[in-house]
Structure formats: C-alpha cells, structure tokens
C-alpha cells in the first residue's frame, strides 16, 4: 500500500512514519531496502530517535536516513563515471571534487571581480550579487531546467526598465561560465549536483534499475518542503516500491524560496493507492483555532469580525503586549517582562520563543540584558548570520593576523592590525578581561611593537590594566611569538589548523577566553570548520597556491562574501535552557515547538515581505510558473506575456502570510503574546497586513 497522508503538524504524521518503519524492521523487511527521506537534519533525526526507543529488531543494519539533498549528493558521486562525461566534465575519469556554498562564492567571484562595475546600476553588495548569482543557478537545477533559460524566463516576467533585461543576460552568462570553470576542474557545487541528478542520473537505465532494487519500503516526510526535481525521485521510486507513506504538512511550503514547490509535491497523489488526511481536534487546541481565524480575517478582510470587541474575550490565550508602546525599546522590554512572569511562575525557558520577521545584533542584545538580571539565557537562532559578524570569530581573524605565519607576513608588508582589533581580540582570549582593560594593554602592546602582540614590561601599563592578567596574556603572546617565527623554517600550518590547535593548546585552558564559554566555542568551531573546507576545496581544484589560502579565506570572510553558517545552529543546541529566539521562517523551518510563542514587531511588513532580490525570482523561476505557461501555450495562448504584476505580488504576500499565521499557531502549545510600537526599530511607522487583520480578529 502506498500512502499519501496529509495534515496540520502535530497531528501525528511523523510520530506515523516512525512507528511504520519499527513496524517495518519487526516484521523482517531488510533495513538496507528502507529508505527515510526528510525536507532537514532534525527532521531526519527524528527517525534516528524512534529507532533508538524501539525494541531490539534482530536485523542487522540500519535503514537509510537522511535528507534529499545529501541523497542526491551521494548517488552522483557513486554513479559520477556513468553519467559524468555526459554531463559534459572534462575529465569524467577524475575524481569530483564536491564544494560547498562558500568555496562556490569564492571562484564565482573570480569570474565576477572584473565585470562588477556592469551591474553598478542595481546597487548591490558584493556578498548580495554573488549570493543572487547562485540562487539562479540553484533555482534552475531543483526546478529541473537549464542556465540557459534563466534570462529569458526572469525577462519575460519583468515589465519595468528594460535596462534590467541587460543585467539578466549579464547573470546568465556569468551562470554559464561558473558552470565551465566547475566542469573543467572538477568541481561539483549546489547547482551543479542537483542538475546532474535531474537530467542525466534519473535518466540512466541503470540507476533506475538501482533505486527499484534499494528502495522497496519508503518514507517521505514533509514532502512539501522538497524541490520538485525530489518529487521525481520520489515518484521514480513510488512506481517500483512496496509500501510507501508520503507525508505533507498542510499549510506547509515554507521553504519556497529555497525552491520548495507544494503544488509539485501534490501531484504525487496520482501515484499513490490512497490519499488520508491526518485530523487533530482543533477544538482542542485554542491557538490553532485563533491561527485559522486570522488566517481567514487575512484572506477575506471584508468578511471578517468587525472590530471593537475587547481583546481577549474571544481568544482567552491570546494576548496584546506593549500595544500602546511608542518606541521599539519599550516593545522588547514588555516581552522581557512577560517571559520572566512566565518563568516565575514554573514556566521552563525552553518552552518560550521569541519571534520576528528579522532578528538584528540589537535585538538580541537588548532581550539578552533584559533577561540577564533573572539568570535567563537567550538562545538565538540566526543561519543567515554571517560568521564573522560573530565577536569570537572576529577576534580568532585578529589573532591569525597576529600569530599564523602566512598572514602575519602579509600584515608586515600591509598597515598591520589596529589598537581597536586587538583590545577586541583579547577581550575574547582572555576570560573576565574588559574593553577599557583589553585598550590598556592594547595601547602598551602597540607602544613597544605596532601592529604585534608583545611582551610589556612597563609596570605601569599592569597596574593599570591588572597584574592577574599578565602571566595569561604573556602565555598568549609568547604562543603567537613562536608561530611567527615559524616562517622561516618553512612549516606553516593550514589556516584552520592553527586555529584548532590555538583553541586546544590556549584560549580552552582554565583562565582563557572560551575556557567557560560554550556558545563561543560552538563559533571557534564552525570556523574552523569552514576554513577546512574552504582549504580543501581549493586544494583538490588546485585554483590558488596553498600560501595564498590563508590570506584568501580572511580577505573574503572579513568582506562579508563568505556567509554560510556552517554547523546548523540547531545541531549545535546542547539542550541548555534558555528562550529561543530566531525569526519566523527559522522557526518553521527548523521544525520548532513551543508552548509559549511572543512575536514581536507585528506591525512590520516583514511578516510576509519578501527580501527585494534584483536578480533572481523565486516564483518565476519555479516549474510551476513554468508549468502555468505551458498551460496557456496548449490553449492557444502562446503570445501570452506571462508578467509578474503587482497583483501576482500582492497574492503571494496574502499567501505566503496566511500559510506563516497557521503554520506558527499550530506550533504553539499554550499562550500567544502579540507585540508591537508605533515606531519600528529604524523608527518609522509601520501598519502590515497583519497588524490590520489582528486588528479584525480580536
């Protein structure tokens, strides 16, 4: 029986899938023919779980868990010498080198550094254009079609000026040429590993022979999330299977502008033996009711409740916070207020999130040292955070400058590092070490050597700044010391080599900097897991010389343009208590639950605003819009111009916020807090779509 079961979350559609997998190893079938798909890590880790509570099988092995994604990079490379020279690799005979988003921003940047100036009239910055660039690219490849339609797909929806139309063609091109320079080294990026997966390996007669024979028992979970090129794997495999379920969250498609296609997922019912819906009560649960409601008031507002009755009479568990705030400061610290009433009354930290369209540096500062008189943690979840915007990752950047022999000769021959860089550097290394101290040593530290971090022995210089930081700071100096000179023996260490062993050997010893502090080691960590990879990236294309990687990775970390985030903030978690706080699609990506969400900035038009993108469109260059134009060209309509119009705009706002209110209700247990001022933190007046629904529904 092949299942197709849809549903609201928490309906027990996962919970499902879990137990029909036990069910599946209890009754014998091998796990290797098991294969259990999710739209993200934690997701799939919720298999994991249920095979770690289940009882003892007897079977040997395990069944197949992971994400779509990771699938897809497996089998390409497994069946790299089948479909590579189709593909069009030079040398399908070599090894492909898989790089990540960071290693592909830095090659595309090679190829864009000299036409920067022929996209000067867009007015983007570098990280934007570049991350622009590879969303077409991506786009196109989980949409299934080529870098060659991108142009002509992103003009025929543009009606505005047709200089933009020359901009298009300018992306294309450097797309096209991106894809050459990975076909000629080696190399397989995002894009290109997905194109090869839809258009050449599901293609191949004997990889679909392969799937028939490995995947007999299949699991789909949130099948609405994935790209459509995974709905042709998963139909590949559904048309040979055994027992299949498919799952789909209803409202779901969060993960649309990273190329996710609901109404894609939904033609796999087709070839499915039955369609079931999953039903929770909502009687039961109030919040979900509320989400419904608005969600309705969004979609009809000439229909909805009039206003004027009192709030809270309706919906008991809803609640108006700081609704006469003026200021955006005074919003934050309603919130703060109510989270630490919530805690004192037992409520556990965890179970709080705090929630907003956007989650800026301030933000997270201001709740932080709102909460830190009650002894509360914020846990803050940002994957669009660049890592160097991160203190300690700024303060590691400092101290390579200072210490690794690569980059320490270039800052010889360069100004060297400031006064300000390094006093930011040693409040980082050293623990209990405060600005006005760490400019104390600073200035000292300049004084006797610019641009170093030497000994001092002016006395004055420690009374000042603390004797009980002397013997650390002279530990930390004398490491660095010793690695400079390292340059002349000629055994220089990779960038993130030294990283690790600067962590290991001082700044995780009793007294230094990350020693007690566990979120700013989870930082040291993902550095140095991106310079890994980013070194061995370029090593294996043997683009640059192994003495410029060092100074390259630095260059471009420090301009924004490497951004990735490398470990997921949600694997990172350690189960620490703490409110989470992380903007809306985070929170529905990252399969989140609360009992008690407080949203913040209500008023803003971020809710449901997408981020103004020059160069790409998510819906354009979707299959659906190609599927719509399909559509009007078998009805004779061929001279169609298939426009993004303001009104196109204006519903997929009205859509994307509806599927936003029910999917962020549903995750919700007990209580809502509903938060906003009259002035946003820019301090502009702002009145969204969902300022005025809420208006109606309460």
């Known amino acids: 029986m092949k299942v197709y079961l849809h549903g609201p979350p928490r309906s027990g559609k996962t919970a499902r899938l879990a137990a029909q997998m036990v069910e599946w190893l209890n009754r014998g079938v091998r796990p290797d023919h098991i294969l259990a798909l999710s739209a993200s890590r934690p997701q799939a880790g919720r298999f994991r ?43 399908p005979r070599r090894e492909p080198a898989f790089i990540d988003v960071e290693a592909a921003q830095y090659f595309l940047n090679r190829i864009v ?15 934007r254009l570049l991350g622009q660039l590879l969303d077409n690219a991506h786009k196109a490849a989980l949409a299934g079609f080529g870098l060659d339609e991108i142009a002509a797909r992103l003009s025929a929806a543009w009606s505005g000026d047709p200089r933009r139309l020359k901009a298009y063609q300018r992306a294309q091109d450097i797309a096209l040429e991106f894809r050459r320079f990975c076909l000629d080294r080696g190399a397989l990026d995002f894009s290109l590993q997905h194109d090869m997966f839809a258009r050449h390996l599901l ?151 705090v929630l907003a369209p956007y989650v800026e540096d301030v933000l997270r500062f201001e709740l932080e040292e709102r909460l830190r008189g009650a002894g509360l943690r914020v846990r803050a979840v940002r994957p669009s955070r660049p890592l160097y915007d991160h203190p300690v990752a700024r303060g590691l950047v400092t101290l390579a400058r200072l210490g690794h022999p690569d980059l320490a000769a270039a800052e010889t021959r360069a100004a060297g590092v ?153 694997e990172s978690e350690t189960g620490e208590d703490g409110v989470l706080l992380a903007p809306v699609y985070t929170y529905l990506t990252g399969d989140y639950r609360s009992q008690v969400q407080i949203w913040l900035d209500v008023n803003a038009s971020g809710w449901y605003d997408r981020i103004h993108q020059a160069l790409t469109h998510p819906y354009v260059l979707s299959r659906s819009w190609q599927a719509m134009q399909a559509r009007f060209e078998a009805e004779g309509q061929a001279d169609v111009a298939m426009q993004w119009s303001e009104e196109d705009e204006h519903r997929a706002r009205q859509d994307m916020l509806r599927r936003v209110i029910v999917g962020l209700c549903d995750r919700c247990g007990d209580r809502l807090y509903l938060a906003s001022s009259q002035l946003g933190l820019s301090g502009q007046e702002e009145a969204g779509a969902l300022a005025r629904a809420l208006q109606r529904a309460l």
Request: glycine share 8%; net charge negative.
């Open 49 to 91: 779980e249920a095979l770690g509570r289940a009882a003892a099988t007897g079977s040997t092995g395990q069944p197949r868990i992971g994400t779509f994604y990771g699938l897809a990079q497996q089998h390409v490379g497994l069946f790299f010498p089948l479909v590579g020279q189709a593909a069009g690799f030079a040398d």
């Open 113 to 127: 550094e000299p036409r920067i100036t022929d996209f000067d009239e867009l007015r983007l910055t570098r990280p």
């Open 203 to 353: 293609q191949e007669t004997a990889y679909r022979k392969f799937i028939a024979g490995q995947c007999r028992y299949l699991l789909i979970d949130n099948v609405e999330e994935l790209p459509p090129i995974a709905h042709d794997f998963v139909r590949l495999a559904l048309s040979g299977c055994d027992e299949a379920i498919v799952v789909e969250d209803d409202p779901g498609g969060f993960r649309l502008f990273l190329g996710a296609d609901p109404a894609s997922a939904r033609r796999l019912r087709t070839v499915c033996d039955t369609v079931e819906e999953a039903v929770a009560p909502i009687q039961d649960r109030p919040i979900a009711m509320f989400g419904r409601t608005l969600a309705a008031v969004v979609a009809a507002p000439a229909e909805a409740p009039s206003a004027g009755r009192a709030a809270g009479s309706r919906w008991p568990r809803v609640t108006l916070l700081a609704s006469k705030s003026k200021f955006w400061v005074s919003m934050v610290q309603a919130a703060a207020d109510q989270i630490i009433a919530l805690t004192g009354q037992g409520m556990p930290a965890s179970a709080i999130a």
């Open 418 to 570: 400031s006064t300000h860089e390094i006093a930011r550097a040693l409040t980082v290394a050293l623990a209990g070490l405060d600005p006005a101290r760490a400019k104390v040593l600073a200035d000292g530290a300049q004084r006797v050597e610019a641009g170093r971090l030497p000994m001092i022995s002016d006395k004055g210089v420690w009374d000042r700044a603390g004797m009980r930081f002397r013997e650390r700071y002279e530990a930390l100096s004398g490491w660095l010391s010793t690695w400079r000179m390292a340059e002349s023996t000629g055994s220089t260490p990779p960038l993130d080599v030294w990283w690790q062993t600067l962590f290991a050997e001082i700044l995780s010893q009793p007294g230094f900097g990350l020693a007690a502090d566990g979120d700013g080691a989870n930082v040291a960590d993902k550095l140095v897991r991106s310079a890994r990879v980013f070194r061995e990236a370029l090593q294996a294309t043997g683009v640059a010389p192994a003495q410029s990687i060092a100074a390259d990775y630095v260059g471009l970390l420090s301009e924004g343009v490497l951004a990735a985030q490398y470990a997921p903030e949600r």
